[in-house]
């Protein structure tokens, strides 16, 4: 029996959210755009078991290169990237030194303990930034009572921490501290670029200060999926082995590596846009009076403090009327992140619900 031909484009329909809808909730919402579903479905595949996929070599290939990095490994989530680094670099029994609301520690299910058998010491930084003080205070001496320490790990910007970024300066003394006592260092750079656009610092000079580091294609970059680790060859191909025994080995996955290749080559330059937007969102945000307070806007997530009189459910609602979608991440604490899915009245239609709030 003949099957219609359906053609390609209208297979390729793209469900993204009805222009008016305002998702503020998080950066993980974006959808692929037509160009990037175009993409996808011209891209060459192949075994990446085998390591025979075009598409994710050239995606490992382009991100190492862009990083000054040697070698790179496509992975599903920034979750397992984050586990296979801390499994690539610790033996178990080992610790590993983060910040108390780091990704890796808070939000990663206990991977830390369950993948790798190490236990982790937390440093209590400011909105997930440490110091390199912070970190040698922690350090123990060499005696066998004590885990050995062998990782530290970084998150930039941070996401708990409402997007703040690293000084460039104090990651360099952290990697001074690292060299001193022979601890690796890895970077959760699942917003990295969004940190990238905020600050004089490009890729490369990431590259030379870690061990490994970990970007996420699937935030504010626009793809459905996926996150690549980076690395020395030596590294990444013990990362491979991990994330064969984790089973993340996967086929022909080219198709969805193109979408990330696709974000690397054309969303990088626009995250600037998203971070602008959250300043202009901050600003609005501080002359509300439903709002107490706005943590100074680093990159692109905004998290606020509403007034003690109002109750964050009532205002989730107001704002939700406005077709505005946040998340409430504290007791009195909401969160907003701006993405390339967001429809140019973001600004205004924001200000049109802060005014007519009333608690
Ligand atoms: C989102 C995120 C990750 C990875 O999350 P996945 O959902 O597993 O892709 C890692 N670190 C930080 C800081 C993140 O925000």
């Not at 206990?110 to 790798?116: L, P, V, Y």
């Not at 459905?224 to 022909?252: D, F, N, T, Y």
């Not at 969303?267 to 943590?295: C, F, M, P, Y």
């Not at 701006?338 to 007519?356: G, I, Q």
């Amino acid at each position: 029996m003949a099957i219609a031909a359906v053609p390609v484009r209208s297979r390729l329909r793209v469900h993204n959210f009805p222009p008016m809808i305002i998702d503020l909730r998080s950066d993980t919402v974006t959808k692929p755009t037509p160009e990037m579903l175009e993409f996808m479905a011209s891209a060459p595949v192949g075994d990446d078991v085998f390591s025979e996929d075009p598409t994710i070599n050239q995606l490992q290939e382009y991100a190492a290169s862009l990083f000054g990095m040697e070698a790179g490994l496509f992975c599903p989530s920034g979750t397992m990237s984050n586990q296979i680094a801390i499994k690539a670099q610790t033996q178990p029994g080992d610790e590993v030194i983060c910040d108390e609301g780091a990704h890796v520690h808070y939000y990663e299910g206990g991977g830390i303990a369950f993948n790798s058998g190490c236990t982790t010491k937390t440093l209590k930084g400011i909105r997930g930034v440490f110091t390199a003080d912070q970190l040698t205070e922690a350090l123990r001496p060499s005696d066998v009572h004590f885990p050995r320490t062998s990782l530290v790990s970084i998150e930039n910007s941070c996401n708990r921490g409402g997007g703040k970024i690293f000084d460039f300066g104090e990651i360099q003394r952290i990697r001074k501290v690292c060299d001193d006592k022979n601890l690796k260092l890895h970077l959760d750079g699942a917003r990295l670029f969004n940190a990238i656009r905020a600050s004089n610092q490009g890729p490369k000079d990431f590259g030379r200060l870690f061990d490994s580091i970990s970007i996420c294609l699937s935030k504010g970059l626009g793809s459905p999926i996926g996150s690549v680790l980076l690395g020395s060859s030596e590294m990444i191909s013990r990362a491979r082995r991990i994330r064969k025994v984790l089973g993340g080995g996967m086929r022909q996955a080219g198709v969805i590596a193109a979408a990330g290749l696709y974000a690397l080559q054309n969303h990088v330059e626009r995250l600037g846009i998203d971070n602008d937007l959250a300043k202009q969102l901050e600003s609005t945000l501080n002359s509300s009076d439903a709002v107490s307070s706005v943590w100074p806007v680093e990159t692109n997530i905004i998290v606020f403090e509403l007034q003690d009189y109002v109750i964050p459910n009532q205002f989730i609602e107001h704002l939700k009327s406005y077709q505005i979608h946040a998340f409430q991440v504290g007791p009195k604490h909401v969160r907003f992140v701006t993405h390339l899915n967001l429809p140019a009245e973001t600004h205004s239609v924001l200000s049109s619900a802060l005014s007519s709030f009333s608690a």
